[in-house]
């Protein structure tokens, strides 16, 4: 016979053979998994889970769709980590080439065009807050909370009060600051669950805690100490207090010095940058026990000189907590109120101490909580 007409035989039927191969080559997904944890149901998973299909006669998979009723979304997959009984890939989930959640198919498609169908549902996650922009928004303007998984959203809450927002997609959601607002939580929730991330509101000033009697601010041990005619030992309490822990200080009438005041068994510098003593304020909360005309001083050591600024308590403010401000230009020199030479050398601040001055009720009781500077820029 000759030979050109054996190798044209034998190549007809070699090529016989494969197409016949590929004919009855029928592929069939049994069973299609997360390998997340927190899915226990077949048929689900989260955007990005590994999914392990497992059937037969997987191993010449050409393609894997995930499908809704308007779109197809391409997975993309390594066919070198597939075998002949599963295929693995993780689950596509891109708005902008039309991925949904919730039910769908996928398509299993091989390299003769045979393809298999299954049903999956994608789970909605947990909503994700990532961030803020602008980052540091002012009191009264607004802001764009950016993150993800915001679809089903049913509350926004600022400081653990509801918020003015308006729903942007499921990955923005304009938040409008209160007016007076300060630092505090975001918290979004979905039908799904919540997301909290800290919002920095810029409120035109910089805070430098001083104190706050709870471990927070320069003191965290509250080591202070009584000087003078406060003889009473100061007591830290959350007790019916403001904030937590609050400081207590007593004048029981002693007069033996003429003078008493309480503070840090050392000094620290809050760090405070601004020289301009009229953009440097001192704020506390403060509850008088005592009845109205009780007086209390507060006094700053920059190094050089301690300086005052008295504070007198009227009928409305006894009895309760009240929030403190004194600027630093009104303070006075040398320990006396009326002195202001507007002279406070403010970066080098190393003490602030807690007087009552002697011509008050007897005996006068003063709580004091979040002890802080406000640097204004």
């Known amino acids: 016979m000759n030979k050109y007409l054996i190798v044209a035989l034998v190549t007809s039927m070699f090529l ?47 393609s894997v769709l995930f499908v809704t009723d308007a779109d ?36 299993f498609i091989n390299k003769n065009g045979k393809e298999v169908m299954q049903d999956f549902e994608i789970l909605q996650p947990d909503p994700e807050i990532s961030g803020f922009l602008p980052e540091r928004p002012k009191a009264g303007g607004s802001t764009v909370i950016v993150g993800k998984w915001f679809m ?7 400081a653990g009060e509801p918020a003015d927002y308006e729903y942007i997609s499921s990955t923005q959601i304009l938040l409008r600051v209160p007016q007076g607002a300060e630092p505090a939580d975001v918290v979004v929730t979905t039908n799904i669950g919540s997301s909290t991330k800290n919002l920095d509101v810029d409120l035109g000033y910089n805070v430098y805690r001083y104190n706050d009697f709870d471990g927070g601010g320069m003191y965290a041990t509250n080591d202070w100490r009584n000087n003078g005619d406060i003889t009473d030992a100061v007591v830290f309490s959350d007790v019916d207090g403001f904030d937590g822990n609050y400081a207590e200080f007593t004048w029981s009438g002693s007069t033996s010095n003429g003078w008493g005041n309480a503070e840090p068994t050392s000094g620290m510098n809050p760090g405070i940058t601004e020289t301009n003593q009229e953009k440097v304020k001192f704020v506390f909360e403060v509850y008088c026990s005592s009845p109205a005309g009780s007086t209390m001083q507060i006094q700053i050591d920059d190094g050089t000189t301690v300086w005052a600024h008295n504070y007198d308590f009227t009928a409305e403010e006894v009895g309760k907590w009240i929030t403190v401000e004194m600027l630093s230009y009104d303070f006075g020199a040398g320990y006396d109120p009326g002195n202001v030479t ?18 008050g009720p007897v005996p006068t009781i003063v709580r004091v909580d979040n002890m802080r500077f406000y640097e204004y820029y």
């Open 72 to 107: 197809s979304i391409n997975v993309v997959f390594n066919p070198a980590l597939n075998s002949s009984i599963a295929i693995m890939f993780e689950v596509p989930y891109d708005e902008t080439k039309g991925s949904k959640l919730g039910m769908q198919k996928i398509y």
């Open 342 to 359: 507007h002279s406070m050398d403010c970066p080098n601040i190393n003490y602030v101490k807690v007087a009552i001055n002697q011509w």
């Open 16 to 62: 016989a053979t494969s197409c016949t191969k590929e004919e009855v080559y029928n592929p069939e997904i049994s069973v299609v998994n997360s390998t997340n944890k927190d899915v226990s149901t077949a048929s689900q998973g989260y955007p990005g889970d590994l999914i392990v299909a497992e059937g037969i006669e997987l191993d010449k998979m050409d």
């Open 152 to 158: 089903g959203l049913e509350s926004v809450t600022f």
